[in-house]
């Protein structure tokens, strides 16, 4: 059992920063590949980014490239999500999640976090 909890949301200025944090409890971290979701209103929740469970590869949507970057720390239990240059669009809740048969990209969650707000204001 993996338990997934968000932290770093909050509302931010266009152009701004904003790190989110996904802090897994139970051992078996390093046996998921992890990833970010987001659902904004009236929206279907979306895969945004994933990273392998050694933290080699990552994967991103054409929308957050090269604004967004995903990165783990095994030693922490902790998933990151480093977003710059946010946009008002990025406005959503912001999902972690954990699914072990996957290698980056996450298409069925074993695990949800609660979600985090992130808002942009423009």
């Known amino acids: 059992q993996v338990q997934l909890v968000e932290s770093g949301g909050g509302l931010v200025q266009a152009g701004g920063s904003l790190r989110l944090s996904c802090a897994a409890s139970?051992?078996?971290?390093?046996?998921?590949?992890m990833g970010w979701f987001r659902q904004a209103p009236g929206k279907e929740r979306q895969f945004i980014a994933g990273?392998?469970?050694?933290?080699?590869?990552?994967y991103y949507v054409d929308s957050v490239k090269g604004r967004f970057t995903i990165a783990r720390d095994n030693a922490k239990n902790t998933m990151y999500l480093q977003m710059n240059s946010l946009k008002p669009e990025d406005t959503a809740v912001y999902y972690c999640?954990?699914?072990?048969?996957?290698?980056?990209?996450?298409?069925?969650?074993?695990?949800w976090g609660q979600g985090t707000q992130v808002t942009v204001s423009s």
């Open positions: 999640a954990a699914q072990r048969n996957a290698v980056v990209r996450i298409t069925t969650p074993d695990y």
């Open positions: 139970g051992r078996t971290f390093t046996t998921q590949a």
């Open positions: 990273i392998s469970r050694s933290g080699g590869s990552t």
